[in-house]
């Protein structure tokens, strides 16, 4: 069993900062991948940013300049430090990890529950 629990969301006025944070746990072998996603009401899934293992780093160009994703391997854990935020930011934010359960098997993608972050005008 794995989980993904994120922590960090919550209310901020624009031009402020939050910093999210996510621990997974459980039968981990190995993660390749950690990143964020978010979702505002009414709108699909997008890619925030992504962290490898190997600290390769993408942004969505959204968030590029203002967002800064950092990884510990040896904790499992992936943070996404937010600055000046901006009400488009607005969404739940999800963790996820693409990760082994031990060495014979093949990487899966796992999620966390979300968490909310809203940026008042």
């Known amino acids: 069993q794995v989980q993904l629990v994120e922590s960090g969301g919550g209310l901020v006025q624009a031009g402020g900062s939050l910093r999210l944070s996510c621990e997974a746990s459980g039968s981990i072998f190995s993660i390749n991948a950690m990143g964020w996603y978010r979702q505002a009401p009414g709108m699909q899934r997008e890619f925030v940013a992504l962290i490898t293992s190997g600290n390769s780093i993408n942004y969505a160009d959204s968030v590029k300049g203002r967002f800064t994703i950092s990884r510990d391997n040896a904790k499992n854990t992936v943070a996404l430090q937010m600055s000046s935020l901006k009400p488009e930011d607005t969404g739940v934010y999800y963790c996820?990890?693409?990760?082994?359960?031990?060495?014979?098997?093949?990487?899966?993608?796992?999620w966390g529950q979300g968490t909310q972050v809203t940026v008042s005008s």
């Open positions: 996820y990890a693409n990760l082994l359960y031990s060495a014979r098997s093949t990487y899966r993608v796992h």
